[in-house]
């Protein structure tokens, strides 16, 4: 109806709605999206779409990455996440040359007629997002199939710490299988840690040890101001007396004693937790802890290390990444 009406015939309302609807039109060919105007019938003049190509109708360079700019990731829905942690994942370059490193054997469903490259492990998933983000000229890449191999429900905002310490895992024992010890121990080489907690009687003074791994520290900044206090509690002195006795083996008996942790080797990538969710004993639900933390983008460990009871001179962190969530989680 539209074509077969002049332009002087439409009303001054009817342009008005008209502009309105017009708003509603993607700069981009959407035909994946039904509620897309400009995806209509576009196939018949069009052709089949190369997603590989620039095919933006209105301006070709819209989607085009600038020069020295770095590539984005789409928000698949809910995967805000997902994105931010891979962002960081590349960004570190001894894990992006690792991965590199990692073989990956061509399907055997690879044929001449069919060329396209399809990953199908985690590793190949995080070898090609890392390719494109690192080569790609776009402005920002599709992150669907990488999400798809997780199980990842892309409308369902997840924990992001869980995200991490459950992928993190999930990827040292994928590459727990390599040989190149470059590859297989990359994992635990930028992220893993080692703390003892430590334990000494109070009546015989004996000392006992149990050493752990870790790949974040849980930081509780209720009451606290500054990055440095919040570990230096996480570090402080326990003490164990009245029920909570320890029982030592020399004594053979329940007695009183101080239990601490001690930091013993800390990764290349050192991953600090905020904990900024208790549990309210009010109302029995957990709520947020708002408090203002105070960090320098230098942090010197070294005070926090021990050696045989010896302060020792440890190299400091640069602050390299800040995860922080939304107030509210856009599908709460």
């Not at 017009?22 to 196939?43: A, K, Q, S």
């Not at 990953?119 to 995080?126: D, F, G, N, R, V």
């Not at 209720?222 to 909570?244: A, M, P, V, Y």
């Amino acid at each position: 109806m539209l074509a077969n009406r002049q332009p002087e015939t439409f009303l001054e309302n009817g342009v008005g709605r008209g502009r309105n609807l017009w708003l509603c039109f993607c700069r981009r060919n959407c035909r994946g999206n039904p509620n897309c105007l400009v995806g209509i019938g576009e196939h018949i003049w069009l052709g089949e779409i190369d997603e590989n190509t620039f095919h933006n109708i209105d301006d070709p360079n819209f989607e085009r990455r600038k020069k020295n700019a770095f590539v984005g990731l789409t928000n698949l829905g809910a995967t805000c996440y997902v994105n931010t942690f891979l962002q960081m994942w590349f960004l570190n370059l001894e894990l992006r040359q690792a991965l590199y490193l990692c073989p990956v054997a061509r399907p055997e469903y690879v044929t001449a007629e069919k060329k396209d490259y399809e990953p199908q492990t985690i590793c190949e998933h995080l070898q090609y997002l890392f390719a494109l983000l690192q080569n790609s000229k776009r402005r920002y890449i599709d992150p669907s199939g990488f999400v798809k191999a997780l199980g990842l429900d892309t409308g369902q905002q997840q924990d992001a710490q869980e995200f991490s310490k459950l992928f993190m895992s999930l990827l040292e024992d994928t590459l727990s299988s390599q040989k190149n010890p470059d590859v297989c121990d990359i994992v635990q080489k930028q992220f893993c840690g080692e703390y003892a907690y430590v334990t000494v009687c109070n009546q015989c003074g004996r000392e006992s040890k149990l050493i752990s791994k870790f790949y974040e520290l849980e930081l509780n900044i209720q009451g606290h101001k500054q990055l440095s206090d919040c570990i230096t509690e996480f570090l402080k002195e326990e003490k164990l007396e009245g029920d909570n006795r320890y029982f030592c083996e020399s004594c053979q008996s329940k007695q009183n004693a101080t239990r601490r942790i001690r930091l013993l080797s800390l990764p290349g990538t050192l991953n600090l937790q905020l904990m900024r969710f208790v549990f309210d004993r009010q109302t029995g639900h957990k709520k947020k802890l708002n408090a203002y933390i105070e960090f320098s983008e230098l942090l010197d460990l070294g005070p926090f290390m021990e050696d045989r009871g010896r302060r020792v001179s440890f190299p400091g962190w640069w602050i390299g990444a800040l995860l922080l969530p939304p107030e509210r989680p856009w599908n709460s």
